[in-house]
């Protein structure tokens, strides 16, 4: 039977009241036996030392070695475990420094880089968490290199980080290059997850091209949830339209998404935060709690490019007139395959949406958003969404300001760039432009959260921005300043040459010179210049926020990559700390900045491969039924821990099969696909967290 509105199915389970979320069926299987198989002949230490303690095995290493650890080799010439997804190794760290324990997966001929596949998880002293690895296969591409511009291919996953789950040698877990004797124990090494072999295949078909339907979707295959045609589109948005109308928010919130039905707090007619009962919280304008159930990139329609790829796309819409609105000229690509260049594009969400709700979507569409959220039991639209959706005023948000237009520190590096010059007039500047033109929108707006800044800045180590600045040209503005705090410390620059054991003729000598000093010598002055720094980015943000919108909160830079002295600087200028973490579970996240501060999840999402997408994402997971299972896991570890406030999810519409522009991802990470259609499993995880989430945080 064709399944004619697949987001019906989800919203009808939730009217029915059918809230339960099976977890996926997920086999489990244990691999190495740390009682029965603890031999001679199954495990072998290099500059370690391991003995068995039960049902697990106590290991402690040295740091002479590079990659001191254990091998666990297997007690009958090889294990076979192609059917399952994943090898998990359950660790706990029993010293008391943060470790790093990695595990690899080797079949024979494993070198470290080919015929293995590795993992790793951080862990704070005491902490428990799990090593999980997923057994990727090798490749069966047939097109010799016809695909480009994508980070995922639909192909079984190739390259050297594969394995053959069928004849796995060996695990080896390891440190790498400690800085003195660790301890950790091994608890539990499994198998779990069924293999699922991703939908789309390059064997798929014979001729391959085109590969995607009119409507952006992988054309060889079928699943569940895929659009056929238009009359179809126009059947479910029927359909789900009376099914919207029985759902509701869940039972207890108030028009914000707080909890009218619990403790009532002061009311200040804006969101503010609050320790209650022993945990961080949101606190709404009515003074009710309110934990952050959110979404990102709200109503966002990503483009594709079509340059170069005349014969991959079936009926291509963008030579329709209805349709030639959503090609999107001259979009910038940062990198990959058009990398540098400004391609003509496409976008088949933004097309699929005019065919679905007509020549009016723009205003009929964010309706039906308004009242998905609420009957998927999210509360916020959250960062990088659509502010005409946010200014609906239905559902509370947030807002983001950012260093765009300030000149980058010159010898800065990092994923996404380089890094603001703090010191530059031009990046306060640009804040208060920022700030000024919200005056009438969010600002002052009680369904404004507040505000983001940036997101996942290169913070690198707690010296990377002190050498990066004086790597930098002497007209710098934050060379300048830190060579005013070197003059004011030293005086003399023979003095500082004695410390750093430099030569530097003169201070104007140190300020041409590009050359960074030893970082253990100079060390000290480096600190405290990148604490300088940290200070001045969110102190800077916070009184560019407060000046035009004092009531709304300063939500922090969404750290991807954070050291403890950037984490103490956010934690002493921000009224929440922010975290983008791509990980299975945050209920053991421990904040590094030293203080007990309120925490937000900016992003995080899993993605897997049973839906027609040829990438899952950040995180992967064997099919819907265990991506949904993952979701409610993830929120529910949050909302137990005691600084978490909210999370928000990344993002609300799956990225284009054929990937975005900017940089090639083409994740299926989205509750919606490129067709709009819901994915039912997600949006029944989200409802029925959301359900309980309030009596699950206070403890009820």
Known sequence: MRITSFAGIALGLLCAGQLHLQSAEMPERTVFDFAKDFSPQTVRATGAEISPSGDSARVTTGYTEPWPGVTLLAPRDHWDLSGFAWVNLKVRNTGTQPIVVHMRVDNPGADGVKNCRTGSTGLEPGATGVVRVELKRASQDTLDGKLFGLRGYPVKAGGNDTVDPARLSQFVVFLDHPKENQTFELLALSASGTYAPPTAGTSDADPYFPLIDTFGQYRHKTWPGKVTSEAELKQRREQEAEELKKAGAP?????????????????????????????????????????????????????????????????????????????????????????????????????????????????????????????????????????????????????????????????????????????????????????????????????????????????????????????????????????????????????????????????????????????????????????????????????????????????????????????????????????????????????????????????????????????????????????????????????????????????????????????????QIGFVDVADTPYAETVQASRAAADRMYRLRLGR
Request: hydrophobic residues 40%.
């Open 251 to 667: 039972a207890g919130w108030d028009s914000y998404g707080g909890w009218a039905d619990g403790p009532s707090l002061k009311a200040t007619g804006f969101f503010r935060v609050e320790k209650y009962a022993g945990k961080w919280w949101l606190v709404d304008p009515a003074g009710h709690l309110f934990w952050s159930q959110g979404i990102d990139c709200v109503r966002s329609t990503d483009a594709t490019p079509i340059e170069e790829r005349d014969d991959w796309f079936e009926n291509p819409p963008w030579k329709q007139p209805d349709f030639v609105e959503f090609i999107v000229p001259s979009a910038y690509a940062l990198k990959g395959h058009y990398a540098g260049r400004s391609l003509k594009c496409f976008s088949f969400a933004g097309a699929n949406l005019k065919r679905k709700y007509g020549p009016d979507w723009r205003v009929v569409y964010p309706d039906t958003i308004q009242k998905r959220l609420r009957a998927w039991g999210l509360n916020t639209i959250a960062n990088w969404s659509d502010m005409s959706v946010a200014m609906m005023r239905r559902t509370p948000y947030t807002d983001s300001l950012g260093s765009h237009g300030t000149r980058m520190i010159a010898g800065s590096e990092g994923y996404w760039g380089k890094f603001p010059d703090v010191f530059d007039p031009a990046f306060r500047e640009g804040l208060a432009r920022q700030m000024a033109a919200k005056k009438n929108g969010s600002a002052n707006d009680p369904w404004c959260l507040g505000y983001f800044s940036d997101n996942e800045m290169s913070w690198g180590d707690e010296l990377s921005l002190a050498l990066a600045t004086l790597a930098s040209p002497p007209d710098q503005p934050a060379k300048q300043a830190f060579l005013a705090d070197l003059k004011a410390r030293y005086g003399d620059i023979a003095r500082l040459n004695a410390v750093w054991d430099s030569s530097h003729a003169s201070w104007d000598a140190l300020l041409a010179s590009t050359a960074k000093p030893d970082s253990a010598k100079a060390g000290e002055d480096l600190k405290a210049f990148y604490t300088r720094a940290a200070e001045t980015y969110f102190r800077t943000v916070r009184d560019a926020i407060k000046a035009v919108a004092p009531h709304q909160l300063y939500l922090g830079c969404r750290f991807a990559w954070v050291n403890a002295r950037a984490a103490a600087a956010t934690a002493k200028y921000c009224d929440v700390v922010s975290y983008n973490l791509y990980q299975r579970s945050v209920a053991e996240f421990r904040f590094n900045g030293g203080a007990d501060v309120p925490l937000i999840i900016g992003e995080f999402h899993f993605g897997a491969l049973d839906r027609g997408m040829f990438h899952t994402g950040l995180v992967p997971v064997a099919n819907q039924t265990e991506r949904a299972a993952a979701y409610r896991n993830y929120v529910e570890g949050a909302l137990r821990h005691p600084q978490f406030v909210g999370t928000h999810w990344f993002q609300y519409q799956d990225e284009p099969t054929t990937g975005r522009t900017y940089d090639e991802e083409n994740y």
